[in-house]
């Protein structure tokens, strides 16, 4: 089959990875100039900030056997363990999302706006084409998805799902910062500062970067504040860890669908016999966490392509 996927982020990936190991013709389209989703990373100077997805852990044996042919690529590697293994990226998260698409077709910079079915197809309208596929796999943020599929008939409880925003405020220093023993802080923050990260003892800069990701409450009302002035706010929470240290530059990411609030629990939609939705929001039911994560993307990935071979 010819199968088009929208999004290609983790579970756009690994689902495209396994239809065409299986000997369907693939295509994804991705709205942004690279792939990944929140497998995010930002070169600044002559470092780099991951500003997505902190770290991935693993429960589930399908994602242990991936991870340990990972590591033994030097794709990634064990960042600390409490009590069981986090995971990151060598080179940065957005590094593991390159080398996992590479031989994939992907059209980057291309935005689908409309989808319709005729003749047994699914037509896709991008802002740049239109392409046609047997098969159509949406693996977008729910809200983005269901912006596409009006004229379709999608479970009325799929669309109340709701999604909490953060900011993201990526800072470089001009000396070494330590945070914490791990490089990583997570209780015991100024009210509002859900983590703070520092790029170089997690191994993925060379240089002082720093990543604070702000809570939900905080994020919400900030979200729609000139950067500079939620900047500002980000850095004078920050310097209560930091103190007088200097910043030498900072930027700022929003991730309007960051997480969602609540979760679907079976691990991919079918929406008709052509269309399907996947994603980290659709859990398997029997998931432990009961919140979208690395894994739970992974493993939609793979389930919502069983279910299309």
Known sequence: MNIGIIGAGLSGIV?????????????????????????????????????GAVYFTVRGEELKQDVADWQTRG????????????????????????RLADGLTVQLNERAET??????????????TTRQYDRLLITSP???????????SVDAALRELTYAPTCVGLFEFRSEIAIGPDGILDTGLAPGILKIVNNRQKGVSDTELISVYMDESWSEEWY????EDTLCGIERLLQTVTGSAVIQSRQLKRWRYAQAADVWNEPFYQVNGQIYLAGDVFLE?????????????????????????
């Open 142 to 152: 729910l809200p983005q998805t269901l912006d596409l599929l009006t004229d379709f």
């Open 224 to 227: 729609e504040r000139a950067d």
């Open 75 to 98: 794709w990634v590697n064990v960042w600390y363990a409490d009590p069981y293994p986090r995971y990151v990226a060598v080179d940065g998260m957005n590094a593991l999302a390159k």
């Open 285 to 309: 039911p029997d998931d432990a966490s009961g919140r979208t994560r690395f894994e739970s993307a992974y493993v939609s990935g793979l389930r919502v392509a069983e279910a299309l071979r």
């Open 115 to 128: 989808i319709t079915t005729r003749d047994g197809q699914v037509r896709v309208q991008t802002d740049v």
């Open 15 to 51: 689902a495209a990875r396994e239809l065409m190991r299986h000997g369907h013709t693939v295509e994804l389209i991705e709205k942004s100039r690279s792939v990944g989703g929140r497998l995010a990373t930002r070169r600044i100077g002559d470092g780099k900030a991951d500003h």
